[in-house]
């Protein structure tokens, strides 16, 4: 351990899953598992935050992302979601991953998620670029046809991207369609996680 390690807490996970992150960290090297309760005295790099089960009354994320001795916050849990990330994200969350990352990927997302990035894992940006579709696809989108994909990814409904774009919901079906068509992609949870992936979740969430 040195003082250039990335100092991590966890918030609401059992002995089990504290046990398992501390053996992937140990693992990696440049991190420490450290606990909240000194967090005065050693500030915390990223909280890792388990919301699966909590009640909607519950008040952990807002407060970990209001402590000015916790840099940054993230979900980590099984409960993985991508199409729902909008809602932590606009509360001072700036990472959603699964506890199904391996060691290498919860690693490469904590380091980005340290340098301030928004980070959706196991999708961008920590998979390897050959497990992605190619970026040209993206490109190959009309302007509509990624907004409409980004709003998507962000968990809106045709209805509600219909109001965000003020235009009809035919129009907007229409957009899905031809994006899909470009994308390959089939159905709406394929259609997410090939907005996340490509970044366009994070487009929609930078004007918000």
Do not use: C
Not at 6 to 32: K, N, W
Not at 43 to 63: C, W
Not at 121 to 128: E, I, S, T
Not at 163 to 184: D, E, H
């Amino acid at each position: 351990m040195t003082g250039m390690d990335i100092r991590i807490a966890l918030l609401g996970g059992d002995e089990l899953v504290r046990r398992g992150l501390d053996g992937m960290l140990r693992t990696l090297g440049g991190f420490e598992l450290g606990t909240i309760k000194d967090r005065a005295r050693r500030p915390v790099d990223v909280a890792l935050v388990e919301t699966f089960g909590a009640p909607r009354s519950d008040e952990t994320l807002e407060r970990a992302a209001a402590d000015p001795h916790i840099a940054r916050v993230a979900i980590y849990t099984w409960n993985h979601q991508p199409g729902l990330v909008h809602e932590p994200f606009s509360r001072g969350v700036t990472g959603y991953l699964s506890k199904s990352l391996s060691a290498q990927q919860l690693g490469r997302a904590l380091r980005a998620i340290h340098l301030g990035e928004t980070v959706v894992a196991p999708l961008l940006p920590v998979l390897p670029t050959k497990d992605l579709r190619s970026t040209d696809q993206a490109d190959l989108l009309t302007a509509r046809e990624r907004e409409t994909l980004a709003h998507i990814a962000t968990g809106k409904s045709n209805d509600e991207i219909a109001q965000q774009m003020q235009i009809s919901l035919n129009s907007v079906k229409s957009y899905i369609r031809s994006a899909y068509r470009k994308t390959g992609v089939h159905s709406r949870s394929q259609a997410v996680l090939w907005a996340v992936s490509h970044g366009l979740g994070a487009e929609v969430l930078e004007h918000v």
